[in-house]
């Protein structure tokens, strides 16, 4: 047997090949399809994207409402499962992403187990993207003693996950802010929580199992749970002028600054700049803060790490917008989830295409096994 050594963390290693889309990360670029992400995160909606995630192409504009009408009564939550979430936002796992997951590892009676056929892995697929935004946004109003609030079918996903968190129709300014984020973020190559989902799938099992294991992997500090703690970190910056003292001593004391570097960008993170974009379109004390204080940092960075090209990431700008458009911080990771639920979607689909299931090797390290074990003999019996 031919044993390939991998470096760790599989980095650079290619494992598979998918049509869903790529990541250039020496060119600070990425696509869904055939489509740059960002383009389609200023030209178009979250909607087309996700459409496109499922038909391989861009919806018309018969076909855009046909696809909003079908998704609109997905988002409505069955009643076993809003009572699942009851149950859950009061006396489950404190965490929003951990609340999820509960739910959606108990949906058997609403989402089929081990989906027979193309059509009923598209239908639960569309299900369990749809009801994500309805569920956390029901846990978190839940356990800050408020109803739920019902989607409403007249609203995109970005206005009614505003909408179910805050009880009020956002503007438009604050909506469409958060639909580049939700835009932008739905894919970005074979991340640890996509890799995740597509190993599962790979076993033959169903989607919202795959999707489950997605979402512990994303659940991680080094994954999805960034965007709170870069705008924490912004926070401890009094001002623009103890920046460069709080940067540095960051990096002296071995400690990451959440919202800068990246495994795969070796320039700026489009996405990150797309979002700053959006919120200074926006304006205020916030995003003027954010941009000085950004440079400052990267300085920093090029000065005391000068072998490692550091930029702000995608978690340092998403803050920032989040926290404009009204969003509490504690909801920041489950933003990112529901659109990021909608990629691993894509993947489990694809992945389920191929009957190979994912298995890699090990090389061991530890002591040296011995020929025989004979057990009674070590125990002196």
Sequence with gaps: MTVLEAPRGLHNVVVTTTSIGDVRGDEGFY??????????????????????????????????????????????????????????????????????????????????????????????????????PTILAAVHRLRGGLEPVEPRADLTTAQNWLFMITGEVPDNDRARAVDRYLTATIDHGFNASTFTARVVASTGSDIASAVCAAIGAFAGPLHGGAPDRALDGLDEIADIDSADEWARSKIAAGERIMGFGHPVYRTDDPRSVMLRETAQEMGGELIDKAVQVEKVIAAALADLKPDRKLYANVEYYAGVVMELCGIPRSMFTPTFACSRMVGWCANIVEQSHDSKIIRPIARYDGPAPSAVVRIGAAQGT
Excluded: N
């Design 31 to 132: 696509h869904y399809r055939q489509y740059s992400a960002i383009d389609l995160a200023l030209t178009g909606t979250f909607e087309d994207a996700w459409f496109l995630m499922v038909e391989g192409r861009l919806p018309s504009d018969t076909e855009r409402a046909e696809f909003l009408r079908t998704v609109a009564p997905l988002r409505v939550l069955p009643d076993d499962v809003a009572a699942a979430v009851k149950t859950v936002a009061h006396s489950g796992p404190e965490r929003p992403l951990f609340a999820l997951r509960t739910v959606l590892s108990g949906l058997a009676g609403a989402i089929p187990l081990y989906e027979a056929s193309e059509s009923d892995k598209r239908t639960t697929a569309l299900r369990l993207c749809a009801m994500t």
